[in-house]
């Protein structure tokens, strides 16, 4: 009987950088973004500063957020 334990492979570097990435989304909700992204285009409203590549993202996360919102509610449904 050996002396040594069996050695263990190593895991590669991207799937623990995928583990640490998905282990800090999960404190990250939606709904926080989506009023960080409100409150930051309010005030650019009111600075009446032009950030045209703010309200492009901040359309597409509006389109993303509400699509997943949907698509959750049609999966939920029996048919």
Known sequence: MPLSSPIKPR???ITKVRNVVNQSLVYIRP???LGVFLIVAILLAF???TAIGFY???GI???GYFA???FR???RKPE
Do not use: A, C, D, G
């Open 11 to 13: 895991t590669p570097i």
């Open 47 to 49: 600075l009446k500063i």
């Open 56 to 58: 492009i993202v901040f």
């Open 61 to 63: 996360f509006i389109i």
């Open 73 to 75: 509610i049609l999966q």
């Open 31 to 33: 709904e926080i973004i």
């Open 68 to 70: 997943e919102r949907v």
